[in-house]
């Protein structure tokens, strides 16, 4: 079993539509959790951490589930410019593990 | 800020050649990573450093596979003789010693084997 599993996706949603996918983790014992985005060609980017009680930035929410081993983000008012893949990442002893990713494209 | 440095940005060589890859963390970042990544695939951890001990290098095909980060500062990964199935971007990180905060990655070396 892989450490971090995502859906794959693709998710293709309208511009202004709510999109929302989840990532699961296999250690308990994980202490920290990122969600970052990678655009084609590029670099992952830090998009944003998830704390217990789960936490905004702007238009994305993301949410951890201790008990069910899995994180979640949510993105809101979808915009063009948010199409990209969405990498689940989690820490374990220093290890930042990822997610194969998910897709997602916003059409107009 | 500068932040992580990679280069080359493209490598295209043929199977059985060496090639180099080169970082540069950013600056105080103690912590190393160099990552792969095959399409479709989230990056893959082939090795970390603590300044410039080799803490895990567990994942590191070492057959063909060499990394040094001798002043503890910048590394190279080096590949010989490559394969093909080397193909892919290889991504360095750098972070504080406790990466609370995740990794920065650098744009990263697309590497094709022919």
């Known amino acids: 079993r892989k450490e971090v599993e995502q859906d794959p996706g693709p998710f293709n949603v309208p511009e202004g539509a709510t999109v929302a996918f989840n990532c699961t983790y296999s250690n308990s014992a994980s202490q920290s959790f990122f969600w970052y985005r990678q655009d084609c060609r590029k670099e992952p980017k830090l998009l944003m951490s998830v704390y217990s009680s789960g936490n905004e930035d702007g238009r994305f929410t993301a949410q951890l589930n201790r008990a069910s081993q899995y994180i979640s983000l949510l993105i809101r008012d979808s915009k063009l410019s948010d199409s990209a893949t969405y990498l689940c990442a989690v820490l374990n002893d220093y290890k930042l593990s990822f997610g194969a990713g998910t897709t997602v494209t916003v059409r107009a | 800020e500068a932040g992580v440095v990679q280069s080359p940005r493209y490598k295209i060589i043929e199977k059985k050649q060496p090639v180099a890859f080169w970082c540069n963390p950013i600056s105080g970042h103690n912590t190393l990573y160099w990552y792969r990544q095959n399409l479709g695939q989230g990056p893959e951890l082939l090795i970390r450093?603590?300044?410039?001990?080799?803490?895990?290098d567990s994942q590191l095909p070492k057959d063909r596979f060499s990394a040094e980060r001798l002043k503890g500062v910048d590394s190279t990964l080096k590949i010989q003789p490559a394969e093909l199935g080397d193909s892919a971007v290889y991504l360095c990180?750098?972070?504080?010693?406790?990466?609370?905060?995740?990794?920065?990655f650098g744009s990263g070396t697309r590497l094709t084997v022919v």
């Open positions: 990180a750098s972070s504080p010693s406790n990466p609370t905060d995740g990794y920065t």
């Open positions: 450093y603590e300044n410039e001990e080799a803490v895990d």
